[in-house]
C-alpha cells in the first residue's frame, strides 16, 4: 500500500496471476456476466421496435378459411405503433425505487437475476397473447417492464460490494455494454428471425436465450466476495481494504431529505432523463425512420438500425479505460472527468443528430448517427458511474430514483413521435430529431453546472471510503 496522506491509503492488489487474465479474477468474472446480463436486458427491450415492423407490414395472409389476402397482420396505426412501442416503460417506472430499495437491503444479485429471468419467460409468451388482443400485449410488456425495472438501480448494489473505487468506471461500463451489444445483435437477429421464421421466433429465440442466462448467473454469483467460495485471498483483501469493508452487511439508512435536495443528484437525474431520451427516440423509432426515410427492406433496416450500437459498445470500453486512467494517473479529478465526459458526449450527440436528418444521403445519415451514439455513450463514464462518486452506499437508490424520471422518455419519446410522424415526410423526422437535440444541449448545462465527482457530507459514513479526499490528496502532492 502506498501513503498519500494522514489518512488515506491507496490499495494495490496483490495476485499471482498477470493484469491480463481478467478471468481469473472474481470481480471481472461478475462484471462479465452482468455484461450478458444487460445484453438479454436490451435485447428483450430492443426485440420489439423490429417486430412491429414485420407485424405491420403488407404481406400475403391466408385465413383460417382458405382466403387469401394482402394486407398487414395487426392494421395499427402510428398512433397504436407508438402506445405498443411505450408500454414496456409504464411497467418499467414503478420499480426503479423499489429496485433500488430492495437490492440495498438484500443485496442485487437476486434482484438482478429474477429481474431479468422472468422477463426472459413473459417474453415467450408475448406472440401467443398479441395474436389474441392489442390489450393483452399491451399488459404483458407492461408486466415485462415492471421486472426489468430493477435491473439498473440493483446493479450499484453490487458493485457498492464488488467494484474498488479506482475500478468502478471500468467494471460498470463493462456491465452496461452488454445493453448496446445487444441492441446490436437483436436488431439484425430480429430481422433475419422474421424473414426466415416469422416475427414471433424472436420473441421464442430471446425468451430462452435469457432464461439460459439466468441459470449461469444463479450460480457463478455471489451477492458480496465474502461470500463467494471461488475467490483469492488476495482478491478478496484487496476489495476490502479499498472499499473499507462496506460490504459487510449491515443496515442502511438512507437519508432521503438531503438525497432529494442535492443538486449533484439532480444533475445525475437530469443527464439520466436526456439520455435516455435520445437513446430511445433511436432504439424505437431507428427501423421506422430507416424504412420512411429510405424504403430498405426489414433485414436492411435491421442491419443499419445496428450499427449505432455497435459503435456505442465499442466506444464505452474504451470511454471507461481512459476515465479511470485519467483519474489513477492524477491528471484529472473524477469531477473533472465525469464533467468532461459527460457534456462532450452530450454535445456531439446533439449536433450529429440534427445533421443526420438533414442529410440527403443514407451513407452520410447512417455515418451520422454511428458518429452521434458511438461518442455520445461516453456520458456513461461520467452520469452513469456518477452514482458510485457521490454517495457509494445509497447508489442503488439514487440510481432507482434517477431511472424513475429518466424513464418517463422512454414513455413519452415513441408517443410523441408517433404523433409528429403521420405522413411519414422528412419534416416530421426533422422535428423529432432536432428535440432529441435540444434536450442534449439542455442536459448538457445542468450536468456542467452542478455535477460532482465527491462523497457528498449527506452520504459520508465512517465506514465509507471518502474518494473524494483521494483526488484532493492527490492535486496537493
Known amino acids: 500500500m502506498t501513503q498519500l496522506g494522514d489518512n488515506q491509503q491507496v490499495v494495490q492488489e496483490v495476485s499471482d496471476h498477470p493484469k491480463w487474465m481478467f478471468w481469473k479474477k472474481r470481480r471481472y468474472v461478475v462484471a462479465s456476466l452482468a455484461f450478458l446480463g444487460f445484453f438479454n436486458v436490451y435485447a428483450l427491450r430492443a426485440n420489439l421496435s423490429i417486430a412491429i415492423v414485420a407485424m405491420t407490414e403488407n404481406q400475403t395472409i391466408t385465413l383460417d378459411n382458405g382466403t387469401i389476402i394482402y394486407g398487414p397482420e395487426f392494421d395499427w396505426d402510428s398512433k397504436i405503433q407508438g402506445l405498443v412501442l411505450s408500454s414496456f416503460f409504464y411497467g418499467y417506472i414503478t420499480t426503479q425505487l423499489l429496485g433500488g430499495w430492495i437490492s440495498a437491503k438484500v443485496g442485487g444479485k437476486r434482484v438482478f437475476g429474477i429481474g431479468i429471468g422472468v422477463t426472459g419467460l413473459l417474453t415467450l409468451l408475448t406472440p401467443v397473447l398479441a395474436r389474441t388482443s392489442v390489450n393483452l400485449l399491451l399488459t404483458i410488456r407492461i408486466i415485462e417492464g415492471v421486472f426489468e425495472g430493477v435491473t439498473y438501480p440493483c446493479i450499484h448494489a453490487v458493485w457498492s460490494r464488488w467494484a474498488p473505487p479506482l475500478e468502478r468506471t471500468k467494471l460498470a461500463t463493462i456491465a452496461f455494454s452488454g445493453s448496446y451489444v445487444g441492441t446490436v445483435v437483436s436488431m439484425p437477429a430480429s430481422a433475419s428471425l422474421a424473414t426466415a421464421l416469422g416475427w414471433s421466433s424472436i420473441f421464442y429465440f430471446f425468451g430462452a436465450i435469457a ?37 459487510a452487511k449491515r443496515k442502511i439508512n438512507h437519508p432521503w431529505k438531503a438525497i432529494l435536495t442535492s443538486p449533484p443528484v439532480w444533475a445525475i437525474v437530469v443527464s439520466h432523463f436526456t439520455d435516455n431520451w435520445g437513446f430511445y427516440t433511436l432504439l424505437t423509432q431507428l427501423p ?10 426489414l433485414e436492411k433496416t435491421g442491419f443499419l438500425s445496428g450499427l ?25 479529478t473524477t469531477t473533472q472527468v465525469r464533467k468532461i465526459f459527460n457534456c462532450g458526449a452530450f454535445i456531439i450527440h446533439a449536433i450529429f443528430m440534427v445533421a443526420a436528418v438533414y442529410l440527403d444521403s443514407p451513407a452520410g445519415t447512417v455515418v451520422c448517427l454511428v458518429v452521434a451514439v458511438g461518442l455520445g455513450v461516453c456520458s456513461w463514464s461520467g452520469f452513469g458511474v456518477n452514482y458510485l462518486d457521490i454517495a457509494p452506499q445509497h447508489a442503488s437508490v439514487i440510481m432507482g430514483l434517477s431511472n424513475t424520471f429518466a424513464t418517463m422518455a422512454g414513455i413519452c419519446s415513441p408517443i410523441l413521435t408517433g404523433y409528429i410522424v403521420t405522413t411519414k415526410s422528412p419534416h416530421e423526422w426533422q422535428i423529432v430529431f432536432c428535440i432529441a437535440s435540444g434536450i442534449f444541449v439542455f442536459g448538457s448545462i445542468v450536468y456542467g453546472i452542478f ?17 473524494s479526499q483521494y483526488d484532493n490528496e492527490c492535486f496537493e502532492e
Open 451 to 467: 455535477a460532482s465527482g465527491e462523497v457528498q457530507s449527506w452520504a459520508v459514513k465512517s465506514e465509507v471510503r471518502k474518494e
Open 308 to 332: 449505432p450500437y455497435l459503435a456505442m459498445a465499442i466506444m464505452i470500453q474504451f470511454s471507461g479505460q481512459l476515465a479511470d486512467w485519467l483519474r489513477e494517473r492524477k491528471i484529472l
Open 288 to 297: 421506422t425512420f430507416m424504412k420512411d426515410m429510405f424504403s430498405y427492406n
Open 211 to 247: 432464461l439460459v442466462w439466468f441459470v449461469f448467473w444463479w450460480w457463478l454469483v455471489s451477492e458480496s466476495p465474502a461470500d463467494d467460495p471461488r475467490i483469492s485471498k488476495a482478491e478478496l483483501e484487496y476489495i476490502r481494504q479499498s472499499l473499507g469493508n462496506v460490504e
